[in-house]
């Protein structure tokens, strides 16, 4: 009889976890790359409508400064050469772009009050907007919707487009400590410890919204307990398991599209 293989000890199997930079400057790369990755990926997903959608990174150095997307580019087309970073008033500090001023009426202030967040992500994706004009919150149907269980909040008020530091200060203080918010009548938006995390949260919230409403459409959805939701929210819940999910999608789209890291 053949001998069954041995295992192959787990210390040498590959496993990806979040990189630790030696410098700001290396970390700054790091994001800007990851920043111009997810926005090749939003575009791919639909969720670019005209000049809005905007995602946002701290600078690890100034921490009162964000790369962001230059007004009037598509997705499609960033590459992390292109990236703007403004001061906390959404001046340009560097580059060559104009930035969307809405984006840092609200970014700017949910980066003040979340010293946290790395990275905020906001798009007028079509799930989410229909999802936002409910005003509803994403509910326990399936496990993917979990991770969102009671941590995300609803602004349930629309006041128009946002232009001033005021209404920016009032969407942070609706998302409070949470990963994600649903605004009524506008979209949705996230946050995370990483770009990957916010990024992978906002795909993963406006499926989310996707599947809630067709299998509304379809019938009346069966919730997950509030004990069981708990307990998967606290194993796909957290930052560290949103940076891994999006791995895959990183490297489809750095694969893909190279040009997108010059």
Known sequence: MTETPSPIPVDQLRFAMPPVHETAADERAYRKERLAGALRLFGRFGYEDGVS??????DPEFADCFWVNPFGVPFAHVTAGDLVLANGQGQVVSGRHHVNQAAFAVHAQVH?????????AHTHSVHGRALSALGELIEPVTQEACAFYEDHALMDRYTGVVVDEEEGRRIAEALGPHKAAVLRNHGLLTVGDSVDA???????MERCAQVQLTARAAGKPALIDHRDAVATREQLGTDLV?????????QQISRAEPGLLQ
Do not use: E
């Open 53 to 58: 959608g905007h995602v946002t990174a701290r």
């Open 112 to 120: 003040r009050a979340r010293p946290d967040v790395v990275a905020v």
């Open 198 to 204: 916010a990024a992978w949260w906002f795909i993963s």
């Open 242 to 250: 949103a940076w891994i999910n999006y791995q895959p999608l990183w």
